[in-house]
Nanobody
Framework: QSQLVESGGGLVQPGGSLRLSCAAS????????MGWFRQAPGKEREGLSS????????MYADSVKGRFAIFRDNAKNTVILQMNNLKPEDTAVYYC??????????????????WGQGTQVTVSS
């Protein structure tokens, strides 16, 4: 019943921006922290950013700090990842996920219990 659907991926040139959306259904997103992850071919899944259930706290991986921003609209059951100044190494499939522990903002896949199917982001000239 619980479902997460990512959208907004695509092809962008280095230095460009993309806005990813994660639409939640089957549960009240405002009760859960949420996170964004990515996985490139041959690489392990990497935690990028997380946000507390009410949106008051956020966490970012060093690789994206200052370039990406996470925010949420709980009235719409939606979480956003705004990505700026994109680099070729940002190329990956991007996933949103629901946190399994209230208040836990760790960027570890094991701390999340529901995952979307991912959206492809390709940064290339």
């Amino acid at each position: 019943q619980s479902q997460l659907v990512e959208s907004g991926g695509g092809l962008v040139q280095p230095g460009g921006s993309l806005r990813l959306s994660c639409a939640a259904s089957g549960f009240t997103a405002g009760y859960y922290n949420m996170g964004w992850f990515r996985q490139a071919p041959g690489k392990e899944r990497e935690g990028l950013s997380s946000i507390s259930a009410r949106g008051g706290r956020t966490m970012y991986a060093d690789s994206v700090k200052g370039r990406f921003a996470i925010f949420r609209d709980n009235a719409k059951n939606t979480v956003i990842l705004q990505m700026n100044n994109l680099k070729p190494e940002d190329t990956a499939v991007y996933y949103c996920a629901r946190g399994s522990q209230f208040g836990d903002l760790r960027l570890s896949p094991g701390a999340y219990d529901y995952w979307g199917q991912g959206t492809q982001v390709t940064v290339s000239s």
